[in-house]
């Protein structure tokens, strides 16, 4: 069935270091993928999303390019900061009646000063 | 994009006791989704809740310990029935229009069951 594997976490980086975190999926037609952030005590929030192969997501600079080739979604930051920390899931969406997320099982990023 | 209000926010309810939650969304939207997050661990979906039809469960789980209504197209309850400890978890609802558009979520529930 579909699915979203992730990086194992928790990735620890000191402030202004860059960020990847490895999302792959596999789906059997063309999702939707997406990038959810859960603060701390805090309920998900969209970070961003793409839609189709090539398609570049962007938000707060957090960056995450759909790739068809390599079935891959990873999400980067050129330099993160203390108040990035946080725990990151990658999902998808097949847009199909049902239209359900299928979620990684999500990375904890803490970022030191 | 939807503007969901959840509650309560947070519970601690005896083992063998029932809670219900309630998602109240800013509006209209055909399809509503539940989901659980267990500790440490990523979402997954309950079910999904259609206005007027009886909402469709995840492998895993059943209608009898998590009933779920769904009275009109702006609000829906998702019960946790006879708890156990083993529900302890952040219950999550969420809504989307269109698939595409990304889902919203609720602030969840954070369910503790002693």
């Known amino acids: 069935g579909d699915s979203v594997t992730q990086m194992e976490g928790p990735v620890t980086l000191s402030e202004e270091a860059f960020l990847t975190i490895n999302c792959t999926y596999t789906?059997?037609?063309?999702?939707?993928l997406f990038w959810y952030v859960q603060y701390p005590g805090e309920g998900l929030q969209l970070l961003l999303k793409?839609?189709?192969?090539?398609d570049k997501g962007s938000n707060k600079g957090f960056e995450a390019t759909y790739r068809k080739e390599t079935t891959s979604f990873h999400l980067e930051k050129g330099s993160v900061q203390v108040s990035d920390s946080a725990v990151y899931f990658c999902?998808?969406?097949?847009?199909?009646?049902?239209?359900?997320?299928?979620f990684g099982s999500g990375t904890r990023l803490l970022v030191r000063p | 994009s939807a503007v969901i209000s959840q509650k309560p926010s947070r519970d601690i309810c005896q083992r063998g006791t029932s809670l219900t939650i309630q998602c109240q969304v800013d509006?209209?939207?055909?399809?509503m989704f539940w989901y659980r997050q267990q500790p440490g661990q990523s979402l997954t979906l309950i079910a999904t809740?259609?206005?007027?039809?009886?909402?469709?469960?995840e492998s895993g789980f059943v209608i009898d310990k998590f009933p779920i209504s769904r009275p009109n197209l702006t609000f829906s309850t998702l019960t946790v029935s006879n708890m156990s400890p083993e529900d302890s978890s952040i219950y999550l609802c969420?809504?989307?229009?269109?698939?595409?558009?990304?889902?919203?979520f609720g602030s969840g529930t954070r369910l503790t069951v002693v």
């Open positions: 969420s809504v989307d229009r269109r698939a595409s558009y990304g889902y919203t």
């Open positions: 789906a059997t037609g063309y999702p939707s």
């Open positions: 793409a839609t189709k192969a090539d």
């Open positions: 999902a998808l969406s097949m847009g199909d009646s049902s239209y359900k997320l299928i």
């Open positions: 509006s209209q939207v055909t399809m």
């Open positions: 809740a259609n206005q007027g039809s009886e909402a469709t469960y």
